[in-house]
């Protein structure tokens, strides 16, 4: 069974920073794109960030580049979400998902997993 824990959310005033945690488990993940989604109220749920398990290139949504960071650690089979000069507007619950992605890693139907999310909120 296959579970995305997300953890590190919390508040946080504008310009700092935070990092998300997403433990995977439940099978391996080499082949499979993980990625960073977040949702704000009356939004749809947006890419934030995306890298393959087994290295390549990354995926940043043009508001954040240059702010946040995906990267991953094996042997903890853990992807992060480093959050930097954080604005009220990143304010979102935050989503880990994987999915064995053919096309576009910003497509939220690529995704088969998902973990339940973490509250993000960046006070002004």
């Known amino acids: 069974q296959v579970q995305l824990v997300e953890s590190g959310g919390g508040l946080v005033q504008a310009g700092g920073s935070l990092r998300l945690s997403c433990a995977a488990s439940g099978r391996t993940f080499s082949r499979y794109t993980m990625a960073w989604f977040r949702q704000a109220p009356g939004k749809e749920r947006d890419v934030v960030a995306a890298?393959?398990?087994?290295?390549?290139?990354?995926y940043y949504a043009d508001s954040v580049k240059g702010r946040f960071t995906i990267s991953k650690d094996n042997a903890k089979a853990t992807v992060y979400l480093q959050m930097n000069s954080l604005k009220p507007e990143d304010t979102a619950v935050y989503y880990c998902a994987a999915g064995v992605v053919v096309g576009t890693p910003s497509s939220y139907y690529e995704y088969a997993y998902w973990g339940q999310g973490t509250q993000v909120t960046v006070s002004s």
């Open positions: 890298m393959r398990w087994n290295g390549g290139s990354t």
